[in-house]
């Protein structure tokens, strides 16, 4: 079991860069798959980006492929969301999840609010 929690939350100009951190707790991180996903005011929870335990596999929503890039450290427990290039659609409460494999999201986190400003 994990408990994911989030931070690096805040406010950025557009075309700014902004790295999110989703440590989480238990001895299993490294053998959880991690994905980001986010939620716009007054919209459905999207997928942003996954990663599988080992990080040799990723995938990412094809609205920040090019811009974003999730990374992993199994050895401090914690995945990363570096975002670049930001834009005012990017602004978001994004969260962390975990599961025993991608799609399986079984802990989630709090979120970590972003906000683009233009």
């Known amino acids: 079991q994990v408990q994911p929690v989030e931070s690096g939350g805040g406010l950025v100009q557009a075309g700014g860069s902004l790295r999110l951190s989703c440590a989480a707790s238990?001895?299993?991180?490294?053998?959880?798959?991690m994905g980001w996903f986010r939620q716009a005011p007054g919209k459905e929870r999207e997928f942003v980006a996954a990663?599988?335990?080992?990080?040799?596999?990723?995938n990412y929503a094809d609205s920040v492929k090019g811009r974003f890039t999730i990374s992993r450290d199994n050895a401090k427990n914690t995945v990363y969301l570096q975002m670049n290039s930001l834009k005012p659609e990017d602004a978001a409460v994004y969260y962390c999840?975990?599961?025993?494999?991608?799609?399986?999201?079984?802990?989630w986190g709090q979120g970590t609010e972003v906000t683009v400003s233009s």
């Open positions: 990663i599988n335990w080992s990080g040799g596999w990723r």
């Open positions: 238990g001895r299993t991180f490294g053998s959880y798959a």
């Open positions: 999840a975990a599961g025993g494999r991608v799609g399986d999201w079984d802990y």
